[in-house]
């Protein structure tokens, strides 16, 4: 059964994947300003070069033989150069993305961890003030622009109390410190994009916990449970977490495509060497084989997390195992 | 109050706060409990018998709930140091580590919707385990999971070791309504409370659950609190009836007595239909509509609450509150015994 | 009853940011395009109520003119988003079969892709005019409401008056349209509110990557996207539109909220 289950979901993975490049190969396609445009404006070209560049990327086929041609490539890894500096798209992606990974999971992680704290706070200390307090801070994180939020932190904590740096990953004299210092460094340059990237996510979340704990709150084995002589916290942490906790974890899966999408924009605010800025760098520079790679492995790794989301549910849910 | 009570209601008030009105759900209640009796409390919905049955075991919403009077509980097991707990004295309360000690332990509790008393994630045996370590810390895992199958075969439930892991929905309402009662009897209670134990199962599963019941709780000598709307189902198997209606016991008895020589008519109607109900082509008799408020502290206070559906009333009954009337054993409260 | 402040509260402030938005010829002080040389990044002053920008603009005017960016792109493309959504919500849980398969795989698809890049990416290749923007955004952000929509259908198709309108010989469009769509109406209509908020969220940070409203058109995104370059100096450049887009955001956020209360009485969460 559980094979199964999770066979259908490889198969459903595998052809969202499908959807998503070949959308997105269809969208770079047809929109004007195709690289190729770029070639007709230089008059520098000779006639031959351009059919010679336009033959060696391709371009001069019908266009579903070129996203067949991209996609045969792209199974092997191989997106083409970039158009800007001529280095492989592959590897210019490699070089972002662990800043990227580690940026999206600390946040995934506060947001995980904190949402269900204050949630579960929340839910248990319902209309007292802790509640409210909660519940307020949630709403502001909600309403919140969040790039507008790390701009007032940047003006405050860089520019005022000078106490964090405000752009990239590492100081300038990165290399001569010590082992312990770079851990720091690095630290201080990841605490504010980190915050902030999960200021959004942990709103949604506390929210979501706090809705559906004091919905299992009030459920009838929550009672039975009383009745049995088990204390509050033994029901709140055991019993009517597990229920929510099934939940949260689909809604983290689902969270991912948010996070990513706001990584474009704060890891441009603070400088930040992830895949985000090279994504927006790629936008407006209008660097095609690197588009086309940015988008596609954005989208397998935001499939790949909802897919471990489904696993993990499948795992934790007993009501799923044996339908 | 004789040697033997182990649970004394003494003129117990519950009332409900909410939106800014107060609810009278339960006024003036008096119920003794004595050692391996087995009661019937007995009313329509809305009566106020789960409130009652809650109330027992201070289950109800914290927030909103005030109460009045008396509740105390004798032990007779002899496991603790002590054996007379107040749990409601005047408007004061039992401390909440000795309630958490007495649920599931002294008093325990069957609930009317088995499809939702049980945590639908936590396997059903884990469910068992857990009211025995919560009264059983000198247990180890061995001993608990024995004890839970032992549990799982005294409920006539087949293969215990592949229910034991069963979760709550691949289950069928019978078999749940049986991990109830296991856990209802797990720690050998002195008083088991079921709310309408077999309402929401099917007709032919009703009887053979209730049999079950009364056989457990004579077997374990705990005393039956049974709860329920349907007066046919409750005559073989319990010693004592109280008829509840509308928040008030209007009358009390020996089983067989109520049954022979209902008192009070709202007695005598319910019973109408039962008996009547054996004979054919007869239609069943019915009773006028008439809402009462629980808030409205004018009428039920000063009249008989019955008032309005009662065929058989007196000019007394609009301008007093009837008193309670003790006709041999049985005790009625209505102004024609006076 | 107790008294549905949430929404109160969130009809006034929208009710407030329409008439500036209406009346931004008469309200605002300055041209909000004509430039001032000699009086560039200004701090705030009688004269020049949030101050002045680079070009010497007075931001307060430019600020009241971009509230009707705002409120155009929020209302315009959750408008899109908001048909899209319900209808293709209504068919895949009414039609259910292949058409359902169909319209799920596409939701997953959309679900499963960062919108905001998404968005960046179409935006880049279209000219990015304030009509790219509304239809982009319009277009992306319809499948949390067919998710929600169908399950919604699937569970109403099943009530016995569906059924017993359909043993009546009524056509599925009436169905459809008169006695299922009513019943999710009151859903809709939060999830538009809200959406108008992450709407102008999104307007606003595409403004302030450059790649949405173009200057000279003044846009809260854009004004704060100059107050990034002129951080160290013009602090007024960075709050301003900040605190508008935000008290605006709140408002739409408040009146969904309100909305739902007002819609479901009991549900008190």
Not at chain 1, 135 to 155: D, E, H, N, R, T
Not at chain 2, 193 to 215: C, F, G, H, V, Y
Request: charged share 20%; glycine share 6%; proline share 4%.
């Amino acid at each position: 059964m559980m094979v199964k289950i999770i066979f259908k979901k490889m198969l459903y993975l595998i052809i969202t994947f499908i959807g998503i490049s070949f959308v997105t190969f269809l969208i770079i396609s047809i929109s004007p300003g195709k690289p190729q445009d770029m070639l007709e404006f230089s008059s520098k070209i000779s006639y031959e070069a351009k059919q010679k560049i336009l033959k060696l990327y391709g371009l001069d086929r019908p266009i579903h033989i070129r996203y067949i041609k991209w996609f045969l490539r792209f199974v092997r890894l191989d997106f083409g150069n970039s158009l800007k500096d001529e280095k492989p798209v592959i590897e210019k992606i490699l070089q972002r993305l662990p800043a990227t990974l580690m940026l999206n999971t600390l946040s995934l992680s506060i947001i995980f961890f904190g949402g269900c704290l204050l949630g579960v706070l929340s839910s248990i200390y319902k209309n007292k003030f802790l509640d409210k307090f909660i519940s307020f801070i949630v709403f502001l994180g909600y309403s919140m622009p969040k790039y507008w939020l790390a701009i007032l932190c940047m003006i405050f904590f860089g520019i005022k109390l000078k106490v964090l740096p405000i752009s990239g990953l590492r100081s300038v004299n990165f290399d001569y410190l010590t082992f312990f210092e770079k851990v720091l460094d690095i630290a201080k340059h990841l605490l504010l994009p980190v915050l902030i990237s999960a200021f959004g996510g942990l709103a949604g979340l506390t929210r979501y916990v706090r809705a559906s704990m004091i919905e299992q709150l009030n459920s009838e084995y929550v009672r039975f449970a009383l009745s049995k002589g088990c204390d509050t916290k033994k029901i709140v942490f055991y019993h009517s977490f597990k229920n929510v906790l099934i939940a949260v974890v689909t809604i983290l899966g689902l969270s991912l495509p948010d996070l990513i999408g706001g990584g474009f924009i704060f890891e441009t605010i603070f400088a930040y060497p992830g895949m985000g800025r090279l994504g927006y760098e790629a936008v407006v520079s209008r660097d095609y084989p690197l588009i086309m790679g940015i988008s596609v492995i954005t989208a397998f790794l935001t499939l790949l997390g909802n897919f471990l989301a489904d696993i993990i549910y499948v795992y934790i849910d007993p009501r799923i195992k044996y339908k | 109050m004789t040697e033997n009570t182990i649970l004394k209601i003494e003129n117990l008030n519950v009332s409900f706060k909410l939106n800014k009105k107060i609810f009278y759900i339960l006024r003036d209640i008096n119920i003794n409990i004595h050692k391996k009796e087995k009661i019937a409390i007995v009313g329509e919905s809305g009566c106020g018998k789960t409130t009652l049955a809650n109330t027992i075991l201070l289950l109800n919403d914290e927030v909103i709930t005030d109460y009045s009077g008396n509740l105390e509980f004798f032990s007779t097991k002899g496991c603790c140091k002590k054996n007379k707990y107040e749990l409601i004295k005047q408007h004061k309360f039992l401390s909440k580590d000795e309630i958490k000690h007495i649920r599931g332990n002294h008093i325990s509790i069957i609930f009317q919707d088995p499809f939702n008393a049980l945590n639908p994630v936590v396997a059903v045996g884990k469910q068992i385990d857990e009211v025995i370590l919560n009264h059983h810390k000198e247990y180890n895992k061995k001993e608990v999971y024995n004890s839970t199958i032992k549990l799982l075969e005294m409920v006539n439930l087949k293969e215990p070791e592949l229910v034991y892991k069963k979760y709550p929905h691949q289950l069928s309402g019978g078999q749940i309504q049986r991990i109830c009662i296991a856990i209802a009897i797990a720690n050998k209670p002195e008083i088991i409370i079921a709310d309408e134990p077999t309402t929401a199962l099917d007709a032919d599963l009703k009887d053979s659950i209730l049999k079950m019941l009364k056989d457990l709780v004579d077997k374990e000598t705990s005393a039956l609190v049974l709860i329920t709307h349907d007066i046919s189902i409750i005559k073989n198997y319990v010693d004592y009836i109280f008829i509840l209606y509308l928040g008030e016991i209007i009358e009390a008895g020996k089983t067989i007595q109520v049954f022979e020589n209902p008192l009070h008519p709202y007695t005598q109607f319910l019973l109408s239909c039962y008996v009547d109900a054996t004979k054919k082509g007869k239609k069943l008799p019915t009773l006028p509509y008439d809402p009462i408020n629980l808030y409205d502290k004018n009428f039920i206070f000063k009249k008989c609450i019955f008032l309005n559906r009662c065929s058989k009333k007196i000019k007394k009954c609009e301008t007093l509150k009837p008193e309670v009337f003790k006709i041999e054993s049985q005790k009625v409260k209505c102004w024609l015994y006076e | 009853m107790k008294k549905n402040s949430s929404l109160i509260a969130g009809l006034t402030i929208v009710g407030v940011l329409i008439i500036i938005a209406f009346f931004a010829k008469f309200i605002s002080p300055y041209n909000p395009y004509e430039q001032n040389l000699t009086s560039r990044l200004k701090p705030p002053s009688y004269k020049n109520f949030f101050g002045t920008d680079e070009l010497g603009r007075d931001v307060f005017s430019r600020m009241i003119y971009a509230s009707r960016v705002s409120l155009s792109v929020g209302f315009i493309s959750v408008g899109i988003a908001t048909f899209i959504g319900t209808i293709l919500g209504l068919i895949s849980g009414y039609y259910g079969k292949f058409i359902d398969d169909f319209i799920m795989r596409l939701v997953d698809i959309m679900l499963c892709f960062p919108t905001f890049f998404l968005i960046i990416l179409v935006i880049a290749f279209l000219k990015p005019s304030i009509y790219n923007i509304m239809i982009v955004i319009g277009i992306t952000s319809w499948p949390g409401l067919t998710r929600y929509v169908r399950a919604e259908v699937l569970r109403i198709k099943s009530l016995e008056y569906v059924l017993s309108a359909k043993l009546a010989g009524l056509s599925s469009f009436r169905i459809l349209f008169v006695h299922i769509l009513p019943n999710i109406l009151a859903p809709v209509i939060v999830s538009f509110s809200l959406g108008i908020s992450s709407a102008i969220l999104t307007e606003s940070g595409l403004s302030f990557l450059g790649l949405g409203i173009q200057p000279p058109e003044p846009s809260w995104g854009n004004i704060l996207s100059s107050g990034k370059d002129y951080i160290h100096i013009a602090w007024w450049l960075s709050l301003f539109p900040g605190i508008a887009i935000f008290i605006t955001v709140v408002s739409f956020n408040l009146l969904a909220e309100g909305l739902r209360i007002f819609f479901n009485p009991k549900e008190k969460i």
